[in-house]
């Protein structure tokens, strides 16, 4: 089975700064996906980048940008002029890539997150 | 609907009261997921549909837990003879299809039931 690790607990960022969420994941699969998702408290999961793994150009989406290192298993977030709407739980999830093989394969497995502070 | 809609937002009950709780996924999306998330813990998997397929419970944690989508489109998470370990927050998510690769892949969540048992 998968397992994603966040490391970091806790976080904080001034705003307008630049932070780095650490993910990590172990699997013996070479095609999968790979998701950050944010969590504010409004509770709502909201999808902040996907990478897939057979590519090898990191992902970005505005301020977001990720650094994939598939040989180390790593999947790191920066985020770029935090902004205090980026204040939330972000979370790391690993999914497998279809055919899927036997049951639960293809849900998503998440880390246990990390908190992240924005000081204005 | 534009999103995927859980109820009820809250719910607080007894331990050893059966609970219901309810999401509506986007339409046309035919997969569905249940996650638990309890406090400071990531997402745990619960349950999956896929369209008419036999959903895949491999994720209930007992037999206290059970649920089902009807119509291939609302589903209900019934918890019998609540714990106070079950007190979480659960979330819905669905997504186009569980097994086409492209676009597919992406889970639209909930806001989730938060469950307190006392």
């Known amino acids: 089975a998968q397992t994603v690790t966040q490391s970091q607990p806790e976080m904080s960022v001034q705003e307008a700064e630049t932070v780095t969420l650490s993910c990590t994941y172990d699997t013996s699969e070479s095609d999968y996906y790979l998701f950050w998702y944010k969590q504010p408290p409004s509770r709502q999961m909201i999808l902040v980048i996907r990478?897939?793994?057979?590519?090898?150009q990191n992902a970005t989406e505005n301020r977001f940008s990720v650094n994939f290192q598939k040989a180390a298993k790593s999947f790191s977030l920066k985020i770029s002029d935090s902004q205090l709407g980026d204040a939330a739980m972000y979370f790391c999830a690993y999914r497998s890539a279809p055919p899927y093989s036997g049951a639960g394969s293809y849900q998503l497995t998440f880390g246990k997150g990390t908190k992240l502070s924005v000081i204005p | 609907g534009a999103g995927v809609s859980q109820s009820p937002s809250n719910k607080v009950t007894e331990k050893g009261k059966d609970v219901e709780l309810r999401c509506d996924p986007i339409s046309g999306h035919t997969a569905l997921y249940w996650y638990r998330q309890s406090l400071g813990q990531g997402l745990e998997f619960l349950i999956y549909?896929?369209?008419?397929?036999?959903?895949?419970k491999s994720g209930l944690p007992s037999d206290r837990f059970s649920a089902e989508r009807t119509g291939g489109s609302v589903s209900t998470l019934t918890i019998q003879r609540t714990q106070q370990e079950d007190s979480a927050v659960y979330l819905c998510a669905s997504s186009p299809s569980g097994t086409v690769r492209s676009g597919a892949n992406v889970l639209t969540f909930g806001a989730g039931s938060r469950l307190t048992v006392l």
């Open positions: 990478q897939e793994a057979y590519k090898q």
């Open positions: 549909f896929q369209g008419n397929s036999a959903p895949d």
